[in-house]
């Protein structure tokens, strides 16, 4: 029997060669309790091997989770509609969300695309899926080659942590963030602070 050796890309969720590191179980006692979480690291240092093995594990313990890789649709000329659109048809097929998403977006065409999203997670997400949700975004640094601000995007996730207060059912919802840029070199209005409540986490290299 032969160990496999990649050189990149992530390893498969059973991999025997994979290596568990302390920022595994930190990673997963984050995410179980609740907490915003923001994986940095540069490239080729195994996060999306980690972000796989994570979400094996809180499959195994009853919560619901998807993987978005912001890079998988292309950067080029996308439109805040398009992002958004695509964001969006991603949960619904992860999650097999009983909407149609020509008429929900439609239904809510006077809104702006940020306001959809929100009201997509509140209105659809959170009411159909019934246990815990995490979503990992992967790739997140490719927000800097879109051709629109995304400021909003990254205050959207947090007032979903905000909005526990006050709805008791976004307790129940968790992002957690991969990539490579410092979360301050993804904001362009300096004056938001949208990463604070944020657990960043850095992830040690190893040999596989």
């Known amino acids: 029997m032969f160990n496999e050796y990649r050189f990149s890309g992530s390893l498969p969720e059973d991999a025997s060669t994979y290596v568990t590191r302390e920022a595994d179980t930190e990673l997963y006692d ?8 923001y994986v940095l690291n540069s490239r080729q240092s195994g996060k999306s091997s980690i972000r ?8 195994d313990a009853g919560v619901e989770c998807t993987a978005i890789d912001l890079s998988a649709g292309g950067v080029q000329n996308v439109t805040p509609e ?13 999650f097999a969300l009983d909407v149609d998403l020509g008429d929900w977006w439609g239904k809510n ?5 940020v306001t959809r999203f929100r009201k997509f997670i509140e209105d659809v ?6 246990s815990n949700i995490v979503i ?19 205050a959207l996730i947090r007032a979903c942590y905000n909005q526990r207060v006050d709805n008791s059912e976004y307790n129940r919802l968790t992002f957690c963030l991969l990539g490579v840029a410092s979360p301050s070199n993804l904001i362009k209005d300096k004056q938001r602070t949208p990463f604070n409540m944020f657990i960043i986490l ?7």
């Open 202 to 208: 850095f992830i040690k290299r190893f040999l596989i």
């Open 82 to 94: 398009q992002w958004y659109v695509d964001l969006i048809d991603h949960l619904i097929e992860s």
């Open 136 to 154: 990992f975004i992967d790739e997140i640094d490719s927000v800097l080659s879109l051709n629109f601000p995304t400021d909003d995007f990254f």
């Open 109 to 113: 065409q006077l809104h702006s695309e």
């Open 30 to 37: 984050s995410l179980t309790a609740g907490k915003f979480c």
């Open 52 to 59: 796989v093995r994570t979400m094996r594990r809180l499959r």
């Open 125 to 130: 997400l959170l009411v159909e899926v019934k």
